[in-house]
């Protein structure tokens, strides 16, 4: 059965573009008597706007777009909230560590931010040099005692990695270019990386429809979904609605929250 998921972050309203890959997840869970789940990724808690849940809900009920599982209606994957998941997070990204496929990284805001500094002088792309990936179990061990660290997927240093997008065929990353990215925050909270890759296994979604600004992200679900030994869904980058002059539409050319069209 095709499981679709409609995954917005409660960052701001409901943006009119959000809306649309919405009504996509929609169309083809109804064409495919299939399930729409409706999972809200509030994993950075920072951003979290007050208000923009309720934004969410009410601009999709005004447009039709009723969910099959989600916040409101329950399901059998439920909590659909993902600050409510966090133990099954954890859980992964200690899976990953155990695999050898993921580490503890005690590197200090300071030091990171030297670390760019450095390569930007040297006109390198910014990025984690990966000093924490090979650190002596013993020192490892007596970081972890004494202060706090974030998780971070361990890149294959050599290679690529390619996926099929529905829409744009194949395409490649190479490995190289993706850094050691962080899959648990310093505050316990997984990043979007990691949470919508885990959500996406546990709900069993069979097709991933988003917005086309994700396909740098999706090189890095793609090498977790391997790594954990999962089957990735089907990838599907949509495109964006784009103003008349063919950048991204935003406020400055009218309305952009979904609910000023009603
Ligand atoms: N939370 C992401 C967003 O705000 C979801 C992206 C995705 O569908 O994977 O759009």
Redo the contacts with the bound molecule.
């Keep these: 059965m095709v499981r679709v998921r409609f995954?917005?972050?409660p960052t701001g309203m409901l943006h009119v573009g959000?809306a649309r890959t919405a009504l996509f997840n929609w169309l083809l869970a109804r064409a495919e008597g299939g399930a729409l789940v409706l999972r809200i990724?509030d994993t950075d808690q920072s951003r979290v706007a007050a208000g923009a849940l309720e934004s969410i809900l009410e601009g999709l009920r005004w447009l039709g777009l009723e969910w099959d599982e989600g916040p409101e209606v329950g399901g059998p994957h439920a909590p659909y909230v993902q600050s409510q998941r966090q133990p099954r997070y954890l859980e992964a990204a200690q899976e990953l560590v155990a695999k050898g496929r993921a580490y503890e990284c005690f590197c200090s805001a300071e030091r990171l931010e030297a670390v760019r500094r450095e390569q930007r002088a040297r006109k390198e792309a910014p990025r984690y040099d990966g000093r924490c990936r090979n650190l002596e179990p013993a020192e490892r061990a007596r970081l972890r005692s004494e202060q706090p660290y974030v998780m971070r997927f361990a890149v294959p240093p050599q290679g690529q990695t390619r996926f099929e997008d529905y829409v744009r065929g194949e395409i490649v990353f190479e490995n190289r270019e993706i850094e050691d990215f962080v899959l648990i925050k310093s505050d316990g909270m997984p990043t979007?990386q990691l949470a919508?890759v885990v959500d996406d296994h546990l709900m069993e979604i069979t097709h991933?429809l988003?917005?086309e600004e994700?396909i740098s992200s999706t090189p890095k679900h793609v090498l977790l979904y391997g790594a954990f030994g999962w089957q990735a869904p089907v990838l599907v980058h949509l495109p964006l609605i784009l103003a008349p002059d063919r950048s991204k539409l935003s406020k400055r050319h009218g309305a952009t929250a979904l609910l000023e069209y009603r």
């Design positions: 995954a917005p972050s959000t990724e979007y919508n991933v988003r917005g994700w």
